[in-house]
């Protein structure tokens, strides 16, 4: 089968790839569609943890082609979702319901092979049936709002909160949503693309600004009159990790959700965090949010259809590549059987 594999930092490949034989408890997938990323553009700089060569790809969604043969709760042709996040049951974390932070945490397309790819193995327990109506395109979206569900779950918004949220890339969009559904009464997005603004408009915040053109420290006092009661960073920068300190009212909570590269640093005053009385937290991946990233998905509390979607299919793996780190789309998708 026909697969995008990294290779080695900076070198990826679409080639043939042999399928092993399936495991009893594992389920092979046919592959209708799987999102890239800004992990996959930072696993391809090898700015991550990925030990290639192993296949890319880990929000996917695909249809059931063959099972092994201990698995009785699927059947073939049937519609499914994958959370690609692997946690080995018996560690101190498993045991406790924190299988996100088990140290042998392993994920598909990340250090196993994943979903760019005409057909993938997946563990049984890591499949979830999609309803038959699920509506297209979102299930290379399901893993993401799995994740930004999580953030909205330890962001503790309490209704009639005021909320800034930093970046409205694919994140920012889908926490937007997540977070007026969460009954936030007063939404500020900062984001400098202007295309992007203007789909944060659309999704319903009450003010979007362009911190390229307004200083915008002051704009969130003038508009909440004492700072944000929560803000969720969800840019992936020291910069505003850094300005989201400043936006958190005296008691306020600052959420970091996106992602900043292994090793960069900001100075932080202590005394800040003392005297504001902040709380400050971070959100990684998806533990057991996935089954409500469906609902959420196929409820339209999350609406995609507003996402300007780019398809691909895998030899243009590259272009998917460049239009999803240069903002060219919200989302690159891949369609590796597209005929
Ligand atoms: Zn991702
Ligand atoms: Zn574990």
Known sequence: MKAIVYERPDVISVRERALRPLQPNEV????????????????????SRSTPPVVLGHEYCGVVEELGSAVSTFVRGQLVAVDPNISCGICYFC??????????????????????????????????????????DAGAFIEPVSCVLHGIDRAMIKTGDSVVI????????????????????????????EKKRKIADTFGANVVLDPTDSD???AVMDLTGVGADVVI???GRTATA?????????GGTVEYFGVCPVGHTFP???????????????????????????????????SIDA???????????REALRYQEEGLTIKSIIEPNRS
């Not at 850094?242 to 936006?247: G, R, T, V």
């Open 166 to 193: 930093l970046g409205s890339g694919t994140i920012g969009l889908m926490m937007l949503q997540l977070v007026r559904a969460a009954g936030a009464s007063k939404i500020i997005v900062i984001e400098p693309t």
């Open 233 to 235: 960073e969800c840019v």
């Open 28 to 47: 092979l997938i046919k592959v209708s569609s799987c999102g890239v990323c800004g992990t996959d553009v930072h696993i391809v700089k090898g700015e």
């Open 307 to 317: 996402f300007p979607v780019t398809r691909f299919g895998l030899d243009d793996f």
């Open 242 to 250: 850094q300005n989201a300190l400043d936006l958190a009212r005296r």
């Open 216 to 218: 915008v420290l002051t």
């Open 95 to 136: 045991r406790r319901g924190e299988v996100h932070l088990c140290p042998k945490l392993q994920a598909l397309g990340v250090d196993i092979d994943g979903g760019m790819a005409e057909y993938c193995i997946v563990p049984v327990q890591q499949l979830f049936p999609l309803p038959e109506n699920f509506p297209k």
């Open 268 to 302: 932080l005053e202590p005394n800040k965090v003392f005297y504001k009385e902040l709380t400050i937290v971070g959100s990684f991946v998806n533990p057991f949010t996935f089954e409500r990233a469906i609902t959420a998905l196929s409820s339209g509390i999350i």
